[in-house]
Nanobody, 125 residues
């Protein structure tokens, strides 16, 4: 299984950006998918997840109402639509996947076995 994230860039405050992450090697429908991010000198933090079987989504409080995670099984791709972006959203964004049940620990990075290479998102004020 390989993940490849793309779509990052430099945008201004309140702009929108959509990240994509393509999974190869297995059908995406068999995986719980997530986005994490890591700012300069910060720990990698949870952003959003979409569950394998139910499609239920969960978000970090800092992005709730602004970001939307979705997946397209036909394209084997997971997306992160980011709206009303803020300078504090600046980070390297990583997609992650696991075929395992994550339950209530969906926000924990160690639940995810497969990771993309990261894509830089920078928001200027």
């Amino acid at each position: 299984v390989q993940l490849q994230a793309f779509g990052g860039g430099l945008v201004q405050t309140e702009d929108s950006l959509k990240l994509s992450c393509a999974l190869s090697g297995r059908p995406i429908s068999g995986y719980t998918l997530a986005w994490f991010r890591q700012g300069p000198a910060e720990e990698r933090e949870f952003v959003a997840t979409i569950r394998r079987a139910t499609g239920i989504t969960s978000y970090a409080d800092s992005v709730k109402g602004r970001f939307t995670i979705s997946r397209d099984n036909a394209k084997n791709t997971v997306y992160l639509q980011m709206n009303s972006m803020k300078p504090e959203d600046t980070a390297v964004y990583y997609c992650a996947a696991t075929p395992s049940y994550v339950g209530g620990n969906y926000y924990t990075r160690y639940q995810y076995e497969y990771w993309g290479q990261g894509t830089q998102v920078t928001i200027s004020s």
